[in-house]
């Protein structure tokens, strides 16, 4: 090799030619100089600061210096920096896409977390049943209370209808043609029980009784049906079907004299020939003749009906001589309730006026 063509030595240091100094004295001389290239990390700050002020002064120096062409605007235009991105006011920056929140990569559950979860939805379940356990009580409740009060309200309506029943007013059927006009077959009416306890019976009043020496000859009814029949008949929500009563006119009172009849064919009571308007028209007062006298606490009774009437007159052999006793008397009829098409008040006659008190 030919060293001779190779430059000395001192001329390749740090491989630049032997023109441009090394870095140690290029350092050295910007240091002493007060000057720094750009990149110089080393250089004093503010020797830029200061740099770029005078630049600044002698660009806009500059600019005030040199004409302007006719057709410029006379403020200078500047283009916005390339770097930067405008934005309306108010508006926040996009995150980076690093920054957006990623779905988590999903793992199957563990075995304690299957566990966990089945445990909380079973209790879950068991709350939801639990609340629909209690719902329906509530709905219970409520449907008990309501029924309740339905079956308070009937009981004491059965309580105070039973209580009427037995000592204010009952209804009964008229069963017979007995009573003809003046009651029908089928009429309901209704019987004041206030009579004979607190209003004393009256000559003429129509009066219902227990047939307590079987006038009737009913034979006794012991079928099922016939005790469902008597609770309805006690409870007052049915009307008595009188079978086991009569319904009569009362003729004669205690004490009285009452015999049949008179030259005309009229009743005498107490020596006063009576004439009865209520008698069914074209029947005779009475075709049977008797004469009696009331003891005491008996009635004589009588059908309007007389052709018609299985009363006092057809009984004077038996062992009460057709007499009614005053304590078998349920009570007064005052009122026809039914059909209404026949609804009308049972008062009391004047054909008994003249007639006077028993001696």
Same mark, same amino acid.
């Given at each position: ?35 720094? &290239? ?9 020797? *830029?600061? #200061? ?17 302007? *062409? ?7 235009? @500047? ?22 929140? /990623? ?24 709350? $939801? *049943? ?12 409520? /449907? =008990? &209370? ?7 309200? $009937? ?8 209580? !009427?029943?037995? @000592? ?37 009043? !129509? +009066?219902?009784?227990?047939?307590? #020496?079987? =006038? ?11 005790? !469902?029949?008597?609770?309805? +008949?006690? &409870? ?8 086991? *009563?009569?319904?009569?006119?009362? !003729? ?37 003749? $008797? ?31 057709? $007499? ?13 309730? =039914? ?9 009391? /006659? ?10």
């Amino acid at each position: 090799m030919n060293h001779s063509s190779l430059p000395p030595r001192n001329t390749r240091r740090n491989g630049l030619p032997p023109s441009i100094p090394p870095r140690s004295q290029r350092r050295r001389a910007r240091s002493s100089s007060g000057l720094a &290239l750009p990149g110089d990390s080393t250089a004093p700050k503010e020797l *830029h600061t #200061h740099q770029g002020k005078a630049q600044q002064r002698s660009g806009t120096e500059s600019m005030q210096t040199t004409p302007r *062409h006719p057709g410029m605007p006379s403020t200078p235009q @500047f283009p916005p920096p390339r770097d930067r991105v405008s934005q309306p006011a108010g508006t926040a920056r996009s995150a980076p896409p690093s920054a957006v929140n /990623t779905p988590p990569i999903s793992r199957p559950p563990s075995r304690k977390e299957r566990s966990q979860q089945l445990e909380a939805d079973s209790r879950t379940q068991h709350s $939801f *049943h639990d609340e629909q356990h209690k719902e329906s009580k509530k709905r219970v409740s409520k /449907t =008990w &209370l309501a029924l309740r009060e339905v079956i308070m309200v $009937f009981v004491v309506a059965l309580a105070i209808s039973a209580l !009427i029943k037995a @000592f204010l007013i009952q209804a009964f059927i008229i069963p017979s043609q007995s009573m003809e006009d003046t009651l029908q077959v089928n009429d309901r009416v209704l019987v004041s029980k206030l009579v004979p306890s607190m209003r004393q019976i009256n000559r003429g009043d !129509i +009066i219902v009784f227990e047939d307590a #020496h079987n =006038w009737l000859q009913t034979p006794p009814d012991h079928s099922p049906f016939s005790y !469902i029949k008597e609770a309805l +008949i006690a &409870l007052g929500l049915r009307p008595d079907d009188s079978e086991n *009563h009569l319904i009569k006119r009362v !003729i004669g009172l205690p004490g009285d004299h009452v015999q049949c009849c008179d030259g005309d064919g009229s009743i005498v009571v107490n020596g006063v020939s009576v004439k009865e308007p209520y008698i069914k028209p074209g029947v005779a007062p009475s075709e049977i003749p $008797f004469d009696v006298y009331l003891p005491a606490d008996k009635l004589w009774v009588m059908g309007d009906n007389r052709a018609n009437s299985g009363d006092s007159r057809y009984h004077l052999d038996d062992s009460d001589k057709g $007499f009614v006793d005053v304590n078998d008397v349920t009570g007064r009829a005052f009122v026809i309730m =039914w059909p209404f098409s026949r609804w009308e008040t049972l008062s009391n /006659t004047d054909a008994f006026a003249a007639v006077p008190a028993s001696p």
